[in-house]
């Protein structure tokens, strides 16, 4: 049985003062939530101050956006595992779309990060997705299963718990286009398949698969009612306590 997992990713907004009074109402909103986990992924400049607010919540997860291969040095600009781990990281997204698109990353640096991210203990979150031009094409299956394989090569898992995947179609990303939740079912079939492949049928059966690209409180329910479908990452509804805490209550 698979933990649902309802994970926020308030990519690069938020001022303190704001996030603070966000986190806060989540928390009362959510307070008798313990049946699912929750990610919480702010930016840098939050991390210290979101995590003193979550404080010993263990079901509530505190995870950043982005983390940087090496431990220390210089590397101007960029934020290490250990230093994640400082101010209480739990989980990191890696290889987000934007950031595949916007800021060079690909499945060769997502592997990497992911490497060093778990040899800190954190749990990577790694997102896989095709474009638009790749979905009508039809090459869905086989755009996603190659950045599965590419950002995991070389990886071993005891455990399925030890990461988690968020499979977001780039085209449903921030334009309140989303898949419809059987054909987002079906790819996140192919991905445990792939997984399955990989690191057996016990690691498959145990690691969630987050769907991700406008969801929204009106139709969480619908991803979630599907069998491949453990949960969400969720970017725009984030931002806002009710709509989150709507989501995570779904
Ligand atoms: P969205 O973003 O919910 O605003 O579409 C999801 C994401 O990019 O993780």
């Known amino acids: ?23 806060e109402d989540l928390l009362k909103e959510i307070a008798d939530v313990r049946d699912r986990d ?5 930016p840098f400049h939050l991390l210290a101050d979101v995590n003193d607010i ?15 291969w090496k431990d220390s040095g210089a590397f101007t600009g960029e934020v290490s595992s250990p230093m994640l781990r400082d101010v209480g990281c739990r989980m990191v997204i890696i290889g987000h779309s934007e950031r595949r ?3 060079g990353e ?3 640096t997502c592997c990497k990060k992911i490497a060093a991210a778990r040899e800190h203990g954190l749990i990577p979150i790694l997102c896989v997705g095709e474009s638009l031009e ?23 898992f005891e455990s399925g718990n030890d990461f988690v995947i ?11 286009k989303t898949d419809s939740p059987e054909n987002a079912n079906k790819t996140m079939g192919i991905l445990r398949d792939t997984i399955a492949d990989m690191f ?8 969630r698969l987050l769907y991700g690209g406008s969801v929204k409180p009106a139709n969480i329910a619908g991803f979630m009612a599907q069998r491949d479908i453990d949960g969400a990452l969720v970017g725009g509804a984030s931002l806002k306590a009710d709509s989150f805490s709507a989501i995570v209550k779904y």
């Open 1 to 23: 049985m698979r933990t649902p997992l309802l994970a926020a990713n308030w990519k690069m907004n938020m001022a303190r003062r704001d996030a603070k009074l966000l986190v």
């Open 106 to 108: 690909t499945d060769e």
């Open 166 to 176: 968020a499979y977001e179609p780039i085209w449903a990303i921030g334009t309140g």
């Open 101 to 103: 698109a916007m800021f």
């Open 54 to 68: 979550i404080g010993s919540r263990s079901n509530i997860y505190l995870g950043a956006q982005d983390v940087y």
């Open 134 to 156: 790749q979905c009508e094409a039809g090459k869905t299956a086989e755009v996603v299963a190659n950045q599965l394989r590419g950002a995991l090569q070389g990886q071993t």
């Open 38 to 42: 929750v990610a919480i992924c702010p």
């Open 200 to 207: 057996g049928e016990r690691i498959a059966q145990q690691v």
